[in-house]
């Protein structure tokens, strides 16, 4: 153990040294000050956020509109500084260089998106767009009416999260989920992917559970895993079971009263998750190509064995 923790220390430290550099571009902030004067230099400078089907007016009408105004406020207050946020995101991108080489860090954008929950964070190979007004806390009065499991993660520690969530998907190799046990393995290695590029952040937080979450999936891990098994759920194609199991949702659907009550959503996930752990232990396989293996060849080497 203290060998491993001594190693783990060095290849920090030399990720750290890859030392990404990045700039948080303020569009929020640009668009909050503009004047219909500064609307052209505007779209020089960011034309991919000024949709060419809308008429400069519909801009300049944006600018004065009271609940965009509003909502620019809030965010200033709630993030008027992002140094902390600027260097989870050099973290983040610094371990991803490592791993794989050939990344090139985008454009870091901030915006607002009238909190379109739904994409809070969106990449493309040059730019990530963050919309800041996603992330003003889970008790913020402008989230009143979303529901609660959704608002639990509207929160500025999520921000680096979701984006390492976006950059899993660019690596991870999986072919049509067609079973439970698909899904599983997929978001088990979307979860593995921020273990290894996002090592900073608690681990309940990578997969957007509370602490208390975490605790009763881990205590209850052995009870989950007999469900599937002895109701033959793991290669079932029923389409019913990623609602139940796997897509976020206030709690997992057992059908069992006491149960339901207590467990969080995406108990699926958390499961996948620990049989790509346990993969990773007992094969000598290296992160990337991990990546690329199919679900059922990472299930059966795996040797997965729940805590009890």
């Not at 860090?105 to 493309?124: A, G």
């Amino acid at each position: 153990m203290f060998f491993s923790c001594k190693e783990e220390r060095r290849l920090e430290q030399e990720i750290a040294n890859i030392n990404t550099d990045i700039s948080i571009e303020r569009f929020d902030k640009f668009f909050a000050s503009a004047t219909a004067d500064d609307l052209p230099k505007l779209k020089r400078a960011y034309p991919f956020m000024f949709s060419a089907k809308y008429a400069d007016s519909f801009w300049i009408d944006k600018m004065k509109d009271t609940l965009q105004i509003q909502l620019l406020r809030e965010v200033d207050k709630k993030f008027n500084n992002l140094d902390d946020v600027e260097g989870e995101i050099e973290s983040l991108f610094n371990h991803l260089k490592y791993y794989f080489p050939e990344f090139i860090p985008p454009r870091i954008i901030t915006t607002t998106s009238m909190v379109d929950y739904r994409n809070k964070v969106i990449v493309t190979d040059t730019i990530a767009l963050i919309s800041l007004d996603t992330y003003l806390g889970s008790d913020h009065e402008f989230y009143d009416g979303i529901q609660k499991y959704i608002v639990a993660n509207l929160r500025k520690e999520q921000v680096v999260v979701d984006l390492a969530t976006e950059y899993a998907a660019k690596y991870i190799y999986q072919p049509q989920k067609k079973t439970l046990l698909d899904e599983m393995i997929f978001f088990g290695k979307q979860l593995y992917f921020k273990d290894v590029v996002i090592p900073f952040v608690e681990e309940e937080e990578r997969i957007g559970y509370n602490k208390e979450q975490f605790d009763w999936a881990r205590a209850n891990e052995s009870y989950i895993w007999r469900y599937f098994v002895e109701r033959e759920l793991l290669f079932s194609t029923d389409s019913k079971l990623p609602g139940r199991f796997i897509n976020p949702a206030p709690f997992s659907k057992f059908y069992l009263e006491e149960i339901d009550s207590e467990s969080p959503g995406k108990i699926g996930q958390y499961i996948g998750w620990q049989i790509v752990k346990a993969y990773m232990k007992n094969n000598d396989v290296d992160f990337q190509e991990m990546m690329q293996k199919e679900s059922e060849e990472i299930f059966k080497n795996s040797k997965f064995k729940p805590k009890k």
